[in-house]
């Protein structure tokens, strides 16, 4: 991990890049900048604006505020890719000396950045915010109380709210991450398993939706257990693939040629038929199949980590318009 400058800046001088990812908020994208413009002047270098394939309007309000204003820029992903993607193309471009994020749905507070980029300046790799307020349904509460529970138990670092959006941190930080499948919902582990320890949280409003619909629905904890269920086994497997699936494999393997070979023992010793314990002899075929075949997926895994140990996208890839 490469060392910066970790000296607080000067008010008004962060040199931040903003990037908020939108789907089909029209609505509230003019409104959304009119409040980043309140902010302190010279806080924010630049805002980056990514579209994640949006049907309404939404980049026509990008395209038109980018044009009246040198610091907004907008990028449009050719097709729906998800939040990581859109993070991903937006890092991918920020220019500034820390990165933040924010939601388009003017659910979070600008101003709630002020004290995170503080928090950055005076010596934190990543700050993020803890939502006050919740305007979401008691049902959402209660499951997100339990999902970070539950994260608490297999990541670190442990925080009371992993997924809040509200997030400011060193550009170092943003560009190491490895924003995949949907692990953008974990992106404080992430920054804590490439080696940026130095995570500390701060309240940050949670406001009603004014216009609009929310874009997830009841299978994001679905969706999001199995990225948390992804994320652990790539960090501890991703590079040894062999180490998980020998795991899996050698012990299968181990008892199906216990069960057949025992069986053969009595067949030469003592004169068994298959047809008395047929049963068992099929469950140690079945045994040693299975083991074959995870300690086949694990050589296999293994040849694929070594030829590719980080595939990573090609920039632009997804990306239909920048403006």
Known sequence: MAGYDSAPMESGARDISLVIPVRDEEPNVRPLLAELAALPPGFLTEIILVDDGSRDGTFAVIRAAAAADKRVRGVRLARRSGKAAAYREGFQRARGAMVATLDGDLQDDPRDLLPLAAAVAGGADLAVGIKQGGKSSATGFVASRLGNTFLNLFLRPRLADMNCPV????????????????????????????????????????????????????????????????????????????????????????????IDGWFAVRFLACGVSVD????????????ILMGTQFLSLGFLGELMARRLERVEESEGRHVAEEC
């Open 167 to 258: 997030r400011v941190m060193h550009a170092e930080v943003a560009h190491a991450l490895d924003l995949s499948g949907d692990l953008h919902r974990f992106i404080p582990a992430l920054a804590h398993a490439a080696g940026f320890t130095r995570i500390v949280e701060r309240p940050v409003t949670n406001r009603a939706r004014q216009h609009g619909s929310s874009k997830y629905g009841g299978a994001k904890y679905i969706t999001g257990l199995a990225a948390l269920l992804g994320m652990v086994l790539a960090a501890r497997f991703g590079r040894r693939p062999m180490a998980f699936f020998g795991l899996l494999g050698i012990p299968l393997l181990l008892l199906g040629l216990l």
């Open 276 to 287: 008395e314990d047929l049963p068992t002899v099929i469950l140690g075929v079945l045994l």
